[in-house]
């Protein structure tokens, strides 16, 4: 390993990078569009009402209160509507997606049912779109609404409850500090990998790495310096979005060692990876295919932008065998709960992949033709 | 520095005390896809100090050939000795003495012609200026251009300040030429003839035979993998060639039947032109001579050469393969 010549390969790339305005953008400006994007719709979701509709067919004293009751829940938006409107109609004109229809008889049977003889409840009428991810949150928000009223009717007392002893996370954090640690995660990946991929189809296509083969410089040399420069720009994009994201959102995050390394050896790793799958293109659209091919499913099934735990079961198997997982992880383990000891665990994974595909990179790859 | 080169370092490389000649020796190449010899059994030797120019054409095996001594790829069969290593096992040896300007080679876009020049010097630990270089190859004045805004003749000549960086005794060049204007082709000729001044040996691989005519010492022409004619360009002609070519212009309808009457070979007939390929001056005076005092008419008349075009359609055997499949 000679260090002037990783250090010219740095350069010369660098250069090459630096006048290229398209790559700038991509590199630097496209986390940041996507990190505003997500910041500021979920950001709001502390103010979010879902709307319902409320058709009351009896008209009665009972079923006003009911009304009532609904209206007073502060996550609902409830548009009442009259008892001769078709629901049809209602679905058709309104795009109501989540109807709750108060039968007739319900004051009377309600009454009955308070005063003894329960046979059988009075059941409200729910139309209810199941397509629409909505749907559920809006049934459970009603379904304890019910209950509520029910201990209230019946007069009940509580057996068992619910009180706040205090969070179990050491900080408190919200969705922005959630998703700032995914976003480095995802850019730095799709930076390694579109970087170097593109950047090596070109450089095959130019006929550099053929007269590359005909100098003194080594493989290991050249898969070291791309490596060191794809990490050089994963480090600035993580500064970026770390300082874009505590001036917009106030987001405040844990920068320590455990995330520098953390970077580091995702860039290596990914860089690496790209290194080993690019001999098999030949040209610049298998490149896209290929780049595409390794970041998208990555993107949405390691956890970048939602926690992997909430989504089901097979998926999260699927997301334990993505090194992309290890990363989001291991970054927030980190920058969220600075939790060293659990994020090196994480990181461990990701760091030996990153050597893994170091040494195959430089056992396997090669500029000789056939 | 003009003049003699010694033959690179003498490290007991080469056998006892008589230095070698040859700076390239092949012997045997073969180079094999499944069951296709892109390569089939070359032998060549290169003299110190020459332009050779490797002959043939699209798809004949010329660049596998130049890249297996090259050292991009790898031979299936066959031993090559260049400056007297035998690289066989790769060319690590060898690699700070050689240059190398690959096929359709291209730089960095967005990298200027110093920044270009000054990092491959510096993949080879040196610290030879730039400047030098781009005053040699007369591109001084586009020092700070990016190399994707140049024209493609300054690319080319980018390409091979480029191959020069580390002083190389032997330099490669393959199809410097191909697809640049006449004006940048002769600016590269005469880059080419500056090297050959400076005792350089340039393996230079074309498919222009003028190319070749102009510049090279020695020529070998490979067809379907297999060198089928090697010498001094005037040897090929001597050889190969047809002698002299007498042609009339805007001739008589007489005119052939009466050129075809003297037996001094076949007349062919272009258009309003009669061709004839004769062996000696004497035989060209005594036609015109008779041609005169027969009173037939022809607007003008030339004298030249065979050239080495004309070789290599006849060694290549193009309109004899077409004529083949007319059959």
Known sequence: ?????????????????????????????????????????????????????????DQTPMSQ???????????????????????????????AGFIIVIPEGYQERLEENLQGNISVPVNLTL????????????????????????KVLTNTTDVMGLSEGGTISPDDFEYIEFFIP????????????????????????KGIFRKLSTTPITRGEWILSTMLFQLFLAAITAIVILVVGWIVFGARLHMNPIAALIIIFEAFAFTGLSMLVVRFVKDAQAAAALANAITFPMMFLSGSFFDVEAMPAFIQTIAKALPLYYVNQALREAMIFNDTISAASYMSVIAIFAVIVFLLGVKLTTWKQD | MVGQLSIGPQQGSS??????????????????????????????????????????????????????????????????????????????????????????????????????????????????????????????????????????????????????????????????????????????????????????????????????????????????????????????????????????????????????????????????????????????????????GSGLSYRAMNVRRSNLEEVFLKLTGKALKDEEGRQ
């Open chain 1, 1 to 57: 390993m000679n260090p002037r010549r990783i250090w010219s390969v740095f350069l010369v790339n660098l250069r090459d990078f630096v006048r290229d305005k398209g790559g700038l953008f991509f590199t630097f400006l496209f986390p940041i569009i996507l990190m505003l994007l997500f910041g500021f719709i979920f950001s709001e979701s502390d103010n979010v009402t879902y709307d319902i509709y409320l058709q009351d067919m």
């Open chain 2, 15 to 292: 056998s006892g005390s008589k230095p070698s000649e040859y700076v390239i020796v092949i012997r045997d190449l073969y180079k094999t896809y499944g069951k296709v010899n892109a390569v089939d059994g070359i032998s060549l030797r290169i003299r110190k100090g020459e332009v050779f120019a490797f002959l043939g054409p699209n798809g004949a095996g010329k660049t596998t050939t130049v890249e297996i001594i090259e050292g991009i790829r790898t031979p299936t069969k066959g031993s090559i000795q260049m400056l007297g290593v035998d690289i066989g096992r790769g060319t690590n040896k060898v690699k700070h003495r050689i240059g190398v300007l690959p096929q359709e080679f291209s730089s960095f876009d967005r990298v200027t012609v110093t920044e270009t020049i000054s990092f491959f010097s510096s993949l080879y630990g040196n610290k030879r200026g730039a400047k030098e270089l781009m005053k040699l190859l007369n591109i001084e004045e586009h020092a700070k251009k990016q190399y994707q805004k140049l024209s493609g003749g300054l690319k080319q000549r980018v390409g091979i300040a480029v191959s020069l960086v580390n002083d190389p005794e032997i330099i490669f060049l393959d199809e410097p030429t191909t697809g640049l204007d006449p004006a940048s082709r002769q600016e590269v000729w005469e880059v080419i003839r500056k090297l050959k001044a400076r005792g350089r040996t340039v393996f230079l691989t074309t498919h222009y035979m003028e190319e070749a005519q102009e510049l090279a010492d020695h020529v070998a022409i490979i067809n379907r993998g297999k060198i089928i004619a090697e010498g001094t360009v005037d040897e090929l002609i001597e050889n190969h060639g047809s002698g002299l070519v007498l042609t009339f212009t805007g001739i008589d309808g007489k005119l052939v039947p009466f050129l075809n009457g003297m037996g001094c070979g076949q007349v062919q007939v272009k258009g309003s032109q009669a061709v004839m390929n004769l062996k000696n001056k004497d035989q060209i005076l005594g036609i015109l001579e008779l041609v005169k």
């Open chain 1, 65 to 95: 209160n009911l009304t009532v009751s609904l209206k007073g829940v502060r996550a609902f938006e409830v548009h009442v509507v009259g008892p001769d409107r078709a629901l049809d109609d209602l679905v058709e004109e309104e795009k």
């Open chain 1, 182 to 205: 995914g976003v480095i995660g995802l850019s730095v990946m799709s930076g390694a990998v579109f970087g170097t991929i593109f950047g090596d189809t070109e450089l095959k296509k």
């Open chain 1, 127 to 150: 139309h209810m779109d199941r397509s629409q991810s909505s749907s559920q949150v809006k049934y459970s928000i009603l379904a304890s609404v019910v209950g509520q009223l029910n």
